[in-house]
């Protein structure tokens, strides 16, 4: 049996005879380098940082361009640290799933010290603050999600702990941002050496997100020392990045095929929060973490990991790119087809051709006459491995009806962006679109909660099922609705520029909605019938 710790990796024979690659530097000294020369903390111990972050400083590591490893620290739910790395002496596996059908298995050791960020711990927290202390600190990176920058709830109001901590000072925060933000504190303190703040997460300007956050705090502890050194980007520098890589929940299949090769203690543990958490990462090869290339205090030099340092300008190209025209458009076209035609998995998606004619048609023919090129990534060559790489995966276990969540939060961004570009352009005609008025005329029926064969399904969690479902809620599958009357009904929803992105009674699009929609909902087989017609 294998185990996946100090010990059991001490027969490394064994480990590579199965087919695993391990890590290939002297990992007790990376320890020892790091725990006196800290350069790397982590915040958000989750999936995507052990298979992305983690990989690249172990591709570092092994090449010698890097001495020190990461410093893992978790805040939301300290039991990932305490059931999750430390049993493991924080190693993990990365299963890479290849759309070929190839599997990569890597022993991760690139984590030299796991934390958890809790202020009531005196031991963990002392062991921070010291962290932050340490002038080589160069970066502090970030995937705690673009919820976890929230001060506020959904009404705008602070937050409880928030706001206690603004009173109380930075001395013993309780809320995720407080504590982080005290800990920058120490460093101030402590001379004020300068560093790199940078979230990673999938939102658009996460480092303006991250920025406010943490001067929120600053400016509520009223230290203006420490305000300017917040404000001073030659000392504490809040870079934008983009980040795509899908990490789905760690998969029983691949579970299974690491038992079968003897690894021990694989079972996944769901912590107290609800957090399910496994000893293994499965993720696709496909990966991109663009950067604003901003560090005071220096960077390693992660562009050999396959990180692409540049501007900020740059930075928001390629996440407009990505999100207006070359993944996010096509993810919910697919989720809610997916969902009205009964698929399960993104991956058998693909194996539909009234599926993949109706993406294609959104990203190659109505998303590239107005994409935004960054130059630094070619935005044909993305959506050819969107297309034929990433989405076909079959060990890709990502489903409809997960990236259906949130999708009127969604669709302004991910298709009012490319309405509002034909509108503005003298050579483009808005009436030509029709993918993306299928798209979102096949919102609506979805809105129904009835799928192609007149079942019902459970839609997925949006916050505002409640204010847009009462539009289609007295509609019924084989209703004998004309294209006049559906606008009639709907007209109030498709004048929301905050859903759409535009109104789309001014865009001229709301007829081209209707019509569809009255197509959609003309019995069971109808949605099936407008994709074909798309062809």
Excluded at 67 to 85: L, N, P, Q, S
Excluded at 247 to 266: C, F, I, N, W, Y
Excluded at 387 to 395: A, D, E, H, S, T
């Amino acid at each position: 049996m294998l185990a996946l710790n100090e010990k059991g990796l001490a027969s490394r024979v064994e480990w590579e005879a199965k087919g695993y690659t391990l890590p290939q530097f002297d990992r007790p000294k990376m320890i020892g380098i790091t725990r006196k020369a800290p350069v790397w903390v982590h915040f958000g111990a989750g999936n995507i940082f052990r298979a992305f972050q983690c990989a690249a400083a172990q591709k570092m590591l092994n090449d010698g361009k890097m001495e020190a490893g990461i410093v893992a620290v978790e805040g939301f739910d300290y039991e990932i640290v305490e059931k999750g790395y430390r049993p493991n002496d924080n190693y993990s596996l990365l299963v890479t799933l290849k759309a070929d059908g190839s599997v990569e298995k890597t022993v991760i050791g690139s984590i030299a010290e796991s934390c958890v960020l809790d202020s009531e711990n005196s031991a963990e927290y002392e062991r921070l603050k010291e962290i932050f202390r340490s002038p080589s600190l160069q970066l502090v990176t970030f995937t705690i999600t673009e919820k976890g920058y929230s001060l506020v709830n959904g009404k705008g109001e602070t937050l409880p702990a928030v706001a206690a901590d603004f009173a109380e000072g930075a001395m013993k925060p309780h809320s995720y941002i407080g504590k982080v933000a005290s800990l920058l504190y120490a460093r101030y303190r402590a001379g004020g050496a300068p560093i790199a703040m940078v979230s990673t997460d999938n939102c658009s300007h996460n480092g303006e997100k991250l920025f406010a956050a943490i001067n929120a705090f600053a400016q509520a502890w009223k230290d203006t020392g420490f305000i300017r050194y917040v404000n001073d980007p030659r000392k504490v520098s809040f870079p934008w990045t983009m980040i795509d890589k899908i990490t789905p929940r760690p998969d029983a299949s691949v579970e299974e095929m690491l038992k079968a090769d003897g690894l021990q203690g694989l079972e996944p543990v769901v912590t107290s929060k609800n957090t399910y958490i496994a000893p293994f990462v499965n993720a696709e090869e496909s990966e991109y973490l663009v950067i604003e290339d901003d560090f005071p205090n220096g960077r390693p030099a992660l562009e050999h990991a396959g990180f692409i340092f540049t501007d900020r300008d740059t930075v928001n190209k390629v996440e407009r790119m990505k999100v207006c025209t070359c993944l996010n458009p096509l993810h919910t076209a697919m989720s809610i087809y997916g969902c009205l035609l009964g698929y399960t998995r993104i991956w058998q998606e693909m194996k539909d051709e009234d599926i993949v004619n109706l993406i294609r048609r959104v990203g190659y023919v109505e998303g590239l006459p107005v994409v935004t090129d960054p130059k630094v990534i070619d935005p044909k060559e993305f959506i050819d491995t969107v297309v034929n790489v990433r989405l076909p995966n079959p060990f890709m276990p990502d489903a409809p009806q997960r990236i259906a969540t949130d999708t009127s939060q969604k669709l302004a961004i991910r298709f009012g962006e490319t309405i509002k570009a034909y509108l503005a352009s003298p050579e483009l005609d808005v009436h030509s679109l029709k993918a993306i008025p299928l798209v979102l005329a096949g919102w609506l029926r979805y809105l129904m909660a009835i799928d192609d064969e007149g079942k019902p399904f459970e839609l997925s969690s949006d916050p505002l099922l409640d204010t847009v479902r009462p539009f289609v809620q007295d509609i019924r599958l084989g209703a004998a609705f004309t294209a006049a009357e559906l606008l009639e009904k709907l007209k109030p929803l498709l004048d929301n520029a905050a859903i759409f992105g535009v109104s789309l009674l001014e865009a001229g699009l709301a007829e081209t909605v209707c019509e569809n929609f009255r197509r959609l909902i003309a019995g069971p087989g109808a949605v099936r019938a407008a994709l074909k017609e798309l062809a």
